[in-house]
């Protein structure tokens, strides 16, 4: 029962691909007509199989590429895909395939880490001497394009900016230049190249900072998204504005209003009786 449900999944995820694909086609009015009922074979499963064939292979081929490393020798791994496949005897045990998996997977995000790691601590050793860089005691590099006068932001208050972030091959990750709408965050609650860089500015200037991977995203990066561990950043920032963080005024405690009654419990003390002569 368990495998035959592993089946139905399995096949409900390549039927979902094949339906998203033909989807995106529809929306492309420049994209070639789909061809129906097209035979390749003498009968319709073979012709199927093959077809799930394709699909399967153009959608693991895309994956192979998220591989640390990026290579593999894709002869022998349709080797091992068809041997599995057919129930045949393999070289290695499932379980064997399991652990040289992932011991090549663990050595390989090692090494892959280790080299931005590296890139990022040359790239930065060489920034820190360019002309007009800033270098702060906690390793944040920063450059002034624009200078301007007049207050600066506390880690407390509020700022309003715009900025383009990149990674050190010139990838932008994010801008709210290009969606052409400006921010605003809390500056405390942002990562500590930012909170410690954008105190240094004036509305109106702008600067560009060069983040550690300690002062932005650690170690481990945005997961799942386009900033990999061990990243130096660079942004562009242009402070537009500043909301100061005001301390709330301390409570007062309410004084009850002064009663022209005495209370009851207070009696006007009895006069003593007249002594008798």
């Given at each position: 029962m368990k495998k035959t449900v592993l089946i139905l999944a399995a096949a409900v995820v390549v039927f979902a691909?094949?339906?998203?694909?033909?989807?995106?086609?529809?929306?492309?009015?420049?994209?070639?007509?789909?061809?129906?009922c097209v035979k390749v074979f003498t009968n319709d499963i073979d012709s199927m199989s093959y077809a799930l064939g394709i699909n399967v292979g153009n959608d693991f081929s895309k994956n192979l590429k998220a591989i640390p490393g990026g290579k593999s020798n894709v002869d022998l791994l349709i080797k091992g895909f068809t041997t599995a496949m057919k129930g045949d005897s393999a070289l290695m045990t499932a379980e064997v395939a399991n652990e040289v998996f992932k011991t090549y997977i663990t050595k390989a995000q090692k090494a892959d880490t280790d080299a931005k790691k590296a890139?990022?601590?040359?790239?930065?050793?060489?920034?820190?001497?360019?002309?007009g860089v800033t270098v702060t005691p906690s390793g944040l590099q920063y450059k002034v394009i624009t200078p301007a006068e007049g207050p600066k932001p506390s880690a407390q208050d509020t700022v309003k900016v715009h900025y383009t972030g990149t990674?050190?091959?010139?990838?932008?990750?994010?801008?709210?230049?290009?969606?052409?709408?400006?921010?605003?965050?809390p500056l405390g609650q942002v990562i500590p190249g930012w909170t410690e860089g954008v105190q240094l500015m004036s509305v109106g200037s702008k600067y560009k900072f060069f983040v550690p991977y300690n002062l932005g995203y650690g170690e481990q990066g945005t997961q799942g998204g386009p900033i990999p561990g061990f990243a130096t950043l660079t942004f562009e920032v242009e402070l537009l504005g500043i909301k100061t963080f005001k301390e709330p005024a301390p409570a007062v405690e309410a004084v009850p209003a002064a009663t022209t009654t005495k209370p009851a419990a207070v009696k006007k003390a009895a006069k003593p009786a007249p002594k008798k002569k």
């Amino acid at each position: 029962m368990k495998k035959t449900v592993l089946i139905l999944a399995a096949a409900v995820v390549v039927f979902a691909s094949v339906s998203a694909k033909e989807k995106k086609s529809k929306k492309d009015k420049n994209a070639p007509a789909p061809v129906c009922c097209v035979k390749v074979f003498t009968n319709d499963i073979d012709s199927m199989s093959y077809a799930l064939g394709i699909n399967v292979g153009n959608d693991f081929s895309k994956n192979l590429k998220a591989i640390p490393g990026g290579k593999s020798n894709v002869d022998l791994l349709i080797k091992g895909f068809t041997t599995a496949m057919k129930g045949d005897s393999a070289l290695m045990t499932a379980e064997v395939a399991n652990e040289v998996f992932k011991t090549y997977i663990t050595k390989a995000q090692k090494a892959d880490t280790d080299a931005k790691k590296a890139d990022g601590e040359k790239f930065l050793a060489t920034n820190a001497t360019a002309e007009g860089v800033t270098v702060t005691p906690s390793g944040l590099q920063y450059k002034v394009i624009t200078p301007a006068e007049g207050p600066k932001p506390s880690a407390q208050d509020t700022v309003k900016v715009h900025y383009t972030g990149t990674l050190l091959d010139g990838k932008v990750f994010d801008s709210s230049v290009e969606r052409g709408e400006p921010i605003e965050f809390p500056l405390g609650q942002v990562i500590p190249g930012w909170t410690e860089g954008v105190q240094l500015m004036s509305v109106g200037s702008k600067y560009k900072f060069f983040v550690p991977y300690n002062l932005g995203y650690g170690e481990q990066g945005t997961q799942g998204g386009p900033i990999p561990g061990f990243a130096t950043l660079t942004f562009e920032v242009e402070l537009l504005g500043i909301k100061t963080f005001k301390e709330p005024a301390p409570a007062v405690e309410a004084v009850p209003a002064a009663t022209t009654t005495k209370p009851a419990a207070v009696k006007k003390a009895a006069k003593p009786a007249p002594k008798k002569k």
